[in-house]
């Protein structure tokens, strides 16, 4: 397993080019998978080997928050993928002095209590708040995640994700009035991966 620089980088540039190899030798397989959509592929990218660990949690909490609007007031996501993402989000925010709160979105109503679709200390109504996403493929789970905000009433205009997928996801967002930010797409994961290994990070 490719060893991380101790300690991480500080700049944008410098922690891409440490998250590439990353999401390639820890999140990425090649094979024939069924994925949630439906769909059958031969990539397969699961992102919480890396979005739970420390060193991958502080790069994308520093990369991620780089792509949130700066009217946003806080981060959302839509449960599990999108946890520990807005966790991290906010807490990068925190400790550069700006104020971003973390919201969960259930993937049902919560069956007990308020019976409340969101977890996290709500904004007023009108705030701006930006999605935050492991991995889009058609869109799906991030459009869920966005009608649950705006039905709160809530301006939602913008979906961070780690990964891009390219089947669909674009065009879906930008159909629902959304602009998409991918700090990487599948096809660069997918080229490193099948790099020989001399000469990899």
């Given at each position: 397993?490719?060893?991380?620089?101790?300690?991480?980088?500080?700049?944008?540039?410098?922690?891409?080019?440490?998250?590439?190899?990353?999401?390639?030798?820890?999140?990425?397989?090649?094979?024939?998978?069924?994925?949630?959509?439906?769909?059958?592929?031969?990539?397969?990218?699961?992102?919480?080997?890396?979005?739970?660990?420390?060193?991958?949690?502080?790069?994308?909490?520093?990369?991620?928050?780089?792509?949130?609007?700066?009217e946003a007031v806080?981060?959302?996501?839509?449960?599990?993928?999108?946890?520990?993402?807005?966790?991290?989000?906010?807490?990068?925010?925190?400790?550069?002095?700006?104020?971003?709160?973390?919201?969960?979105?259930?993937?049902?109503?919560?069956?007990?209590?308020?019976?409340?679709?969101?977890?996290?200390?709500?904004?007023?109504?009108?705030?701006?708040?930006?999605?935050?996403?492991?991995?889009?493929?058609?869109?799906?789970?991030?459009?869920?995640?966005?009608?649950?905000?705006?039905?709160?009433g809530y301006v939602?205009?913008?979906?961070?994700?780690?990964?891009?997928?390219?089947?669909?996801?674009?065009?879906?967002?930008?159909?629902?009035?959304?602009?998409?930010?991918?700090?990487?797409?599948?096809?660069?994961?997918?080229?490193?991966?099948?790099?020989p290994l001399v000469?990899?990070?």
């Open positions: 397993m490719a060893s991380l620089p101790a300690p991480l980088p500080t700049t944008p540039a410098a922690m891409r080019a440490v998250l590439l190899p990353l999401l390639a030798e820890r999140a990425y397989r090649h094979g024939q998978f069924t994925l949630a959509s439906g769909r059958t592929s031969n990539h397969y990218v699961n992102c919480k080997p890396v979005s739970l660990s420390g060193p991958g949690l502080a790069l994308l909490g520093a990369l991620m928050l780089e792509e949130v609007e700066a806080a981060v959302a996501g839509l449960t599990l993928g999108a946890d520990p993402l807005v966790s991290a989000v906010a807490l990068q925010a925190a400790l550069a002095g700006r104020a971003l709160d973390a919201l969960i979105v259930r993937k049902e109503a919560k069956g007990h209590g308020t019976g409340a679709w969101l977890e996290g200390p709500l904004p007023p109504a009108g705030s701006v708040i930006t999605v935050l996403e492991d991995v889009v493929t058609t869109g799906g789970s991030s459009l869920k995640a966005v009608h649950q905000l705006r039905e709160a939602v205009q913008r979906v961070v994700t780690i990964v891009d997928r390219q089947e669909g996801g674009l065009e879906a967002m930008t159909a629902a009035g959304l602009e998409l930010r991918s700090l990487v797409l599948l096809d660069a994961i997918a080229a490193l991966a099948a790099a000469g990899r990070p």
